[in-house]
């Protein structure tokens, strides 16, 4: 009984020994993701392309490390919004904003290490096995043959899955701001509306 009993106690004494070592190999390497709507939004550029979906298992992952301000940066985020009719259907985008975002940052290095390089500025792209540090207009065809040959491969390769992290975005509308004609007229409306009941209550006071 006694050697049961030494043989159970070793067993729970593995167990919370090796506990805390599986937590941490099964933790996630934390990131501030962005989805391609909010970082337009953020730097001013007009996206309004309300099929456009994120998150999705079949599509290519694009992802852009980025600064807020950066011109290559926003000439980045311009050319793929352009391209969204027509090769939307075969990418997600995932940007991560890294000056002034220090988890962000941390990630690109990490990123950048595993493709055995340094990321020297922004933005530095990834699309599967391939870095990009830079953008011009020069790269756009390379970039949509990337896009396709990617999305034609039966075994991806993605980055952020090797570092167990999470690139969930949010699916958002994000639209030009505009003033709504129709709300003015209601609150017009509602003003002379207001306005005439007060007028009938002060003159029905005076007459009593």
């Known amino acids: 009984m006694k050697k049961i009993w030494k043989k ?15 937590v941490m190999a099964e933790e ?7 989805s391609i709507q909010e970082a337009c939004k953020e730097e001013g550029i007009t996206f309004d392309h309300s099929d456009y979906k994120n ?3 079949d599509k290519v992952n694009i992802y852009l490390f980025r600064g807020q301000g950066c011109s290559h940066c926003y000439e980045f985020l311009e050319y793929l919004e352009s391209i969204i009719d027509d090769y939307g259907k075969y990418f997600n985008v995932v940007t991560f904003e ?3 975002d220090t988890t962000n940052n941390d990630l ?4 950048a290490a595993k493709f055995e390089e340094e990321a020297s500025g ?8 391939k870095t990009f540090s ?13 896009i396709k040959e990617e999305y034609e491969k039966e075994d991806r390769y993605d980055v952020m899955k090797e570092l167990n992290v999470d690139t969930t975005v949010r699916n958002v509308k994000v639209t030009p701001e505009k003033t709504n004609a129709s709300d003015i007229i209601i609150v017009v409306v509602a003003i002379l509306i207001v306005g005439g009941i007060a007028a009938l209550a002060i003159t029905a006071r005076k007459q009593n």
């Open 55 to 57: 998150n999705q298992e």
């Open 8 to 22: 159970l106690m070793m067993v729970v004494l593995a167990v919370v020994l090796l506990s805390p070592m599986v």
């Open 28 to 34: 996630q390497t934390k990131a501030n993701p962005t």
């Open 98 to 100: 890294v000056w002034n």
């Open 134 to 146: 830079g953008y011009s207009s020069s790269m756009n065809e390379e970039l949509q043959s990337l």
């Open 108 to 111: 690109m290095e990490k990123v």
């Open 122 to 129: 922004v933005p530095y792209i990834v699309i599967g096995e």
